[in-house]
């Protein structure tokens, strides 16, 4: 929606132009008239969605505390083998020839030597969100399919090497 407002403002915009060049006042009237208009949808459009516009500015910063709480975390995982965090990254290493191929979650589920699906499943998903209490972003999902999160994949792939 917000790229075709864009769209729409920069055509009137050109079309405004060419209208001062061939002085066509009645055009240029209409014109401004509209790229009025469309900056003033965009505003109320933006009051309504705050959110998204927050999170598109906000998007590398945190990306980036991301990769750095990885980069502070897998260390510490390494030293404490019988962190669940650890045992599902492990087995996800290994089952996915370190990240070579994308891992079925119920496998990875069976090969973490976790035995309450429960807490398998809370682990794991705080592996793979992005929120204040996650363990650290490690992994994204299509449907089934597990891989590491590619901006701390090169990272991860390095300790485990």
């Given at each position: 929606m917000k790229e075709t407002?864009?769209?729409?403002l920069d055509d009137t915009k050109i079309a405004y132009k060419e209208s001062i060049l061939?002085?066509?006042?009645?055009?240029?009237?209409?014109?401004?008239?509209?790229?009025?208009?469309?900056?003033?949808l965009q505003k109320e459009i933006d009051k309504l969605n705050p959110q998204k516009n927050n999170i598109k500015q906000n998007d590398e910063e945190i990306i980036q505390n991301e990769i750095e709480k990885v980069k502070?975390?897998?260390?510490?995982?390494?030293?404490?083998?019988?962190?669940y965090n650890y045992k599902i990254l492990k087995a996800f290493m290994d089952l996915s020839n370190n990240n070579n191929h994308c891992?079925?979650?119920?496998?990875?589920?069976?090969?973490?030597?976790?035995?309450?699906?429960?807490?398998?499943l809370?682990?794991?998903?705080?592996?793979?969100?992005?929120?204040?209490k996650n363990?650290?972003?490690?992994?994204?999902?299509?449907?089934?399919?597990?891989?590491l999160w590619d901006p701390v994949a090169e990272i991860v792939i390095k300790y485990f090497s």
């Open positions: 407002i864009h769209t729409l061939i002085e066509n006042h009645v055009l240029e009237d209409k014109l401004l008239s509209i790229m009025s208009n469309i900056k003033y502070r975390k897998i260390p510490l995982w390494l030293n404490k083998k019988s962190q891992v079925n979650i119920i496998t990875l589920e069976k090969h973490c030597n976790i035995n309450d699906a429960k807490i398998f809370t682990n794991y998903n705080l592996l793979k969100g992005i929120s204040k363990h650290a972003k490690l992994f994204q999902q299509n449907n089934d399919r597990v891989k």
